[in-house]
């Protein structure tokens, strides 16, 4: 577009040239036919001091340039006027200020060009952010629904976590009171058994098989390791005046 709008320029600055090299060249051929038929009366006046045989030739070569000045006169002359006044006549300008008025136009015309192509490439650029402000819109748009998800699934895992922490706790603390139990129920029957027990207390001559068949009519090793259990001991030596527990 630029390209075309300066050969426009560049043509209308080469046909104003062009007219005024016209004129130029028709003046200059003015001139020259002038002096031509100046030339030509000079030698019109010499050979009339001549002889009379070259009259005739004399008269042939006038009339061409007769024909010539016609024509300039009649037809060049005015139709360099008319040339003059459509391109360049303009009442109280000179021929410069016309030309400079014309080239006014023509930058005129090619800033109005170049307007159109600047704001065509705007619109251009504006389309271009608005198409890369809805991809990033959009970007951000999934990067929230993905982080969304992450935050959802995070959720779920701890609560997960969480339920399997409390039924854990659960399950420890009905281990602890089943364990608990137990051991309350153990302690409960050994305090019955502790109520429930004999006792007897070591005279002289006795031991702890002679015990054993006395209360159990038994002196086997079950009896007597049932008594050491029940009383603590570590083995069968018993001394006078102990009290045994016999269960």
Known sequence: MIEECVARLEESRMSKEDYRDKIEEHRQSFEEEQQEQLNLSRVSRM??????????????????????????????????????????????????????????????????TNGKAEASTSTENDKDDKANEQAKEQAQKDAEKLAAQQKAA???????????????????????????????????????????????????????????????????????AKIRAANGMPNDTVFVGQVIKLP
């Open 47 to 112: 050979n009339k001091n001549g002889s009379n045989n070259k009259k005739p030739k004399k008269s042939k070569q006038r009339k061409f340039p007769l024909m010539t000045i016609l024509f300039v006169t009649f037809i060049l002359i005015p139709l360099t006027i008319l040339i003059y006044f459509v391109q360049f006549y303009d009442p109280g300008k000179t021929i410069e200020e016309a030309e400079k008025d014309t080239m006014k136009d023509s930058v005129v015309e090619f800033d109005k």
């Open 154 to 224: 995070e959720e779920a895992k701890k609560a997960e976590e969480a339920k399997k922490a409390e039924e854990a706790k659960v399950a420890q603390q009905q281990a602890e009171a089943a364990k608990k139990a137990e051991e309350a129920r153990k302690a409960e029957e050994a305090k019955k058994n502790a109520a429930n027990a004999k006792t007897h207390t070591v005279k002289s001559n006795e031991n702890l098989y002679r015990i054993a068949l006395k209360y159990y009519g038994d002196g086997s090793e079950a009896t007597l």
